[in-house]
């Protein structure tokens, strides 16, 4: 590697982002994709340090410091933070990337880009076609589909992918030594092959602990057929569209577990590899439903008779 990126796993998209560095061969935007808590957004920005600093991404100028506070006049940083962009506020970084300026390059790192109104997409559509000159947009999303295709094929794809269960606590252990083995792997297992997901166990224990529930919860529904209980689970989180999620991601990363390790026969009997890709079938379905704002327990309820 060029240069040091603190970064953990990710090997193969940093070494393709350095190749456009030496080659000069950088795009003038980029879009990050991948499950949430993968570290896109993080590779965004150090990204940004690599092209504004003047001394090798040295986090010591004053142009890396004014990047880590968020200060930087031609680096803009948009953050996730639940709420919509609207379009006035990507007609405010329009403006300040038409300004002049003595930085290398003008960056704009937007998280969760899907977020934006359709007047905003379509006002950063406009500009993507014809950027200011040393202009670069790092864009991440979860899936390419949730951004209207006229943006997506204006930027160079990257794609960031969840890490094996072993993997990911292969890497963690190399850094995380404030918690035993056992609980690290606990974590890792809970993450869903996101790191960023075990650092918010290790800073949050009440959501660690969130999470073991739910997952002992899903384990409990596999290996036995009580649909009141299943149900009654349902109707408690039915109401939470983050805990719906939850649920959902969680028992799909378990199937799909299951189907690579050919243990299904450890939960039920009943459960042989076609069994298993229906469960992962209907849950594709439920999340389609949802998206669509059908009924949320008796979608869920369901799936559960699937189980």
Not at 158 to 166: E, G, L, V
Not at 169 to 176: A, G, L, T, Y
Request: aromatic share 8%; hydrophobic share 35%.
């Amino acid at each position: 590697m060029l240069y040091n990126w603190k970064i953990i796993g990710h090997e193969k998209q940093l070494q393709n982002l350095e190749a456009d560095i030496r080659t000069n061969n950088l795009s003038h935007a980029y879009l990050f994709t991948g499950p949430g808590k993968m570290g896109k957004f993080t590779v965004a920005k150090k990204l940004a340090y690599i092209l504004q600093c003047p001394n090798n991404y040295c986090m010591k100028c004053p142009v890396c410091t004014q990047i880590e506070k968020g200060s930087h006049p031609d680096t803009i940083e948009m953050r996730d933070n639940q709420e919509s962009i609207k379009i006035n506020e990507v007609r405010e970084i329009i403006n300040r990337l038409n300004m002049t300026s003595d930085s290398r390059y003008k960056v704009v790192l937007l998280e969760n880009t899907a977020r934006m109104s359709i007047e905003a997409m379509n006002s950063l559509l406009k500009i993507l076609e014809e950027p200011p000159e040393k202009t670069i947009f790092i864009l991440t999303a979860s899936n390419p589909k949730d951004l209207p295709e006229t943006i997506v094929s204006r930027t160079r794809i990257i794609k960031f992918s969840s890490f094996s269960d072993t993997v990911l606590f292969e890497k963690m252990k190399e850094r995380i030594t404030e918690v035993s083995e056992e609980e690290l792997q606990k974590m890792c297992s809970l993450a869903l092959g996101r790191p960023g997901k075990v650092f918010n166990f290790l800073s949050d224990y009440e959501l660690f602990n969130y999470y073991k529930n739910l997952y002992d919860n899903i384990w409990n529904f596999l290996r036995n057929d009580n649909i009141a209980q299943k149900f009654q689970f349902v109707n408690e989180i039915s109401s939470s569209p983050d805990k719906v999620k939850d649920l959902l991601d969680i028992l799909t990363h378990l199937i799909r577990s299951i189907l690579i390790k050919n243990d299904g026969f450890k939960i039920k009997n009943t459960y042989t590899d076609s069994k298993l890709l229906e469960i992962l079938n209907e849950i594709f379905k439920t999340k389609q439903l949802l998206k669509r704002n059908v009924n949320t327990r008796l979608t869920l309820e369901n799936l559960m008779l699937t189980l």
